[in-house]
């Protein structure tokens, strides 16, 4: 990848991935659509502070577990995931055991292809969702993203959906599935329909659920208690709280300044 902003800018990791996100979308890994989604979360993450909150590390240990204990786990992947964290994924993917299908809401077989080779480029070695296999369907859904693997999503107990959109994550809950999701938005439906969500932002969140996963297979902890004591409202409340918190403290900063 050609980049070649100095580390010393101060946006330095945000045009990084930036510019991942457009050379993905130049690859046809990333739809369009994939660029301004990418910029929506970048300004909640400003809200958020840009770092991993104390209840983004409390959801992504939840995460991990459920991935850990879950009979079927899959994670399913889209361009922005395929273009941020190729690596991270299939390192996460392999921890925890988990199928990887792609599934994409501008559906095309180029882009399945391209996101097929840059997870193989990644050392994917089973990477399911291919054209050929996409021979069943989640009801409720009327768009694309119903076109599943059945040896994957259709079959899942877990679903791990990073960066997705809402309508497939209330299809999958209402198809009995547990979902997990990374959006930086907690207003979102996505957000407000998962299981367990990670307000955090996904280059941050795969790193540290791998590093959280390495923890838990070491450890002694009972993994369905991480998950029975889990609260998704609290989380999602505690997250609006910090955005409501770092605003009033910025506030203040600039009011104190005049």
């Known amino acids: 990848m050609s980049f070649s902003v100095p580390k010393s800018h101060p946006r330095y990791?945000?045009?990084?991935?930036?510019?991942?996100?457009?050379?993905?979308f130049r690859s046809d890994v990333a739809a369009a659509a994939g660029l301004i989604a990418h910029g929506r979360?970048?300004?909640?993450?400003?809200?958020?502070?840009?770092k991993s909150s104390d209840f983004a590390i409390e959801a992504q240990?939840?995460?991990?577990?459920?991935?850990?204990?879950?009979?079927?786990?899959?994670?399913?992947?889209?361009g922005n995931l395929a273009s941020l964290v190729p690596e991270a994924t299939v390192e996460l993917a392999e921890l925890t055991k988990a199928k990887l299908e792609i599934n994409l809401f501008y559906y095309s077989d180029n882009r399945v292809n391209a996101i097929y080779k840059a997870l193989e480029d990644a050392g994917?070695?089973?990477?399911?969702?291919?054209?050929?296999?996409?021979t069943a369907t989640i009801p409720?859904?009327?768009?694309?993203?119903?076109?599943?693997?059945p040896r994957g999503i259709l079959i899942a107990d877990w679903v791990f959906v990073p960066l997705e959109d809402g309508?497939?994550?209330?299809?999958?809950?209402?198809?009995?599935?547990k979902v997990i999701t990374v959006d930086l938005n907690p207003l979102s439906r996505t957000a407000q329909s998962a299981n367990v969500t990670i307000v955090n932002n996904i280059v941050r969140a795969?790193?540290?659920m791998i590093e959280i996963a390495h923890n838990l297979k070491k450890s002694n902890q009972d993994l369905?208690?991480?998950?029975?004591?889990?609260?998704?409202?609290?989380?999602?409340?505690?997250?609006?709280?910090?955005?409501?918190?770092?605003?009033?403290?910025?506030?203040?900063?600039?009011?104190?300044?005049?």
């Not at 409720?140 to 693997?149: L, Y």
């Not at 029975?228 to 605003?247: C, P, R």
Request: charged letters at 30%; aromatic letters at 6%; hydrophobic letters at 35%.
């Open 13 to 24: 990791e945000s045009l990084y991935y930036r510019h991942k996100i457009e050379e993905g």
């Open 61 to 78: 240990t939840a995460a991990v577990a459920a991935l850990l204990v879950a009979e079927s786990p899959v994670i399913s992947v889209n």
């Open 41 to 50: 979360g970048e300004a909640f993450d400003y809200l958020l502070g840009e």
């Open 224 to 258: 369905r208690k991480i998950i029975e004591n889990y609260n998704n409202k609290q989380i999602l409340a505690q997250s609006l709280n910090k955005i409501n918190s770092n605003l009033q403290d910025l506030s203040k900063t600039i009011s104190d300044k005049n």
């Open 167 to 177: 309508d497939r994550t209330q299809a999958l809950v209402k198809n009995n599935k």
């Open 206 to 208: 795969l790193p540290e």
């Open 124 to 134: 994917a070695k089973q990477i399911y969702g291919l054209p050929e296999d996409l």
């Open 140 to 149: 409720e859904i009327d768009h694309n993203r119903r076109k599943v693997d």
